[in-house]
């Protein structure tokens, strides 16, 4: 099942929330999360290399796609990694 960039965007948003490396700080962050206009870079959010990993991590455990540290560096925020996830044609068989 292929799923378009809006959606790829509110799943790295609860990826986030479930990831065990990093916390929102603050109500400001969760708006920040949900506002679909907020670019959300990972810099930004304080995301360090170990919730970047989980956040690899978890996109292949639960979601099935396989996602490297390099891709993040490449895609570098919620915004451009769900336009990146969108436009990946859908697995075989899938």
């Known amino acids: 099942m292929s799923m378009d960039a809006r959606a790829w965007r509110d799943r790295l948003a609860d990826a986030l929330l479930a990831n065990p490396a990093w916390h929102a700080e603050g109500p ?11 670019p959300c870079g990972f810099d ?23 996602v490297t540290e390099a891709t993040l560096a490449e895609h570098p925020g919620l915004s ?13 068989g899938g």
Do not use: F, N
């Open 28 to 38: 400001e962050t969760l708006a920040r999360l949900r506002d679909p206009g907020d």
């Open 44 to 66: 930004d959010l304080g995301l360090d290399s170990v919730a970047r990993l989980e956040l690899c991590i978890w996109l292949e455990t639960e979601a099935g796609v396989e």
């Open 80 to 92: 451009a990694l769900a336009a990146h996830l969108a436009a990946r044609p859908a697995p075989a």
